[in-house]
């Protein structure tokens, strides 16, 4: 074998355009199927375009825009099925979709504590939310307000109070001042052991 049949030559990989359109035209099909049932690319295969941020967005949308339409189609006609005019106003039919709606768990976690901290949420509704056991202390099932919370009027009347108090202080310091009397008292500084008594 001589040193000319040793020779290589790089050839380019192509691909015909016929076949690229071909894929082309196979991924705007997907992209058609996901558009006519209102389904996110990602949950029939298609990732070209997902990234972890919006895939957890659009999951989100999914439960809001696709599925709880026809929740609510469902739980109005089995309420119209289901339950006579007396027994409407007291049951209903609900999806809970709330476990579809989670999202990461630090962004729960803080919803969480938003909500006990306004006494919406007690500690044991925030566990079962978890899927973990209640706890049988006293305060697992109280609700809880921070102070620093409070109605505008209650904070006006506080300082009302304030400022009522601060003023009768200043009044009864000025009172004592200038007569020597304190709480009612007069005050006198009087050494009896100096004081000159006649004895008889």
Known sequence: MNRDDRRSSPYGITMALSDAQFLESRRFSVEEIARIYRVPPHMIGDLSRAT????????????????????????????????????????????????????????????YQIQLNNGILSRNEW???????????????????????????????????????????????DFTNSTGVKDGTAIYNTDISNSNIDKH
Do not use: H
């Open 127 to 173: 566990r079962a939310l978890e899927d973990l056991q209640p706890l049988s202390d006293d305060y697992a099932n109280e609700y809880f307000v921070s102070q620093q919370i409070r109605p505008i009027k209650s904070a006006f009347m506080e300082n009302e109070n304030i400022n009522t108090k601060e003023s009768q202080d200043d009044n009864k310091k």
């Open 52 to 111: 972890f941020s919006n895939i957890d967005e659009q999951s989100r949308s999914f439960v809001r825009d696709t599925l709880r339409p026809w929740c609510s189609r469902i739980e109005k006609a089995i309420d119209n099925k289901l339950f006579n005019e007396n027994e409407r106003g007291k049951y209903f039919v609900k999806f809970s979709l709330d476990g579809l709606l989670r999202g990461d768990p630090m962004a729960r976690q803080q919803a």
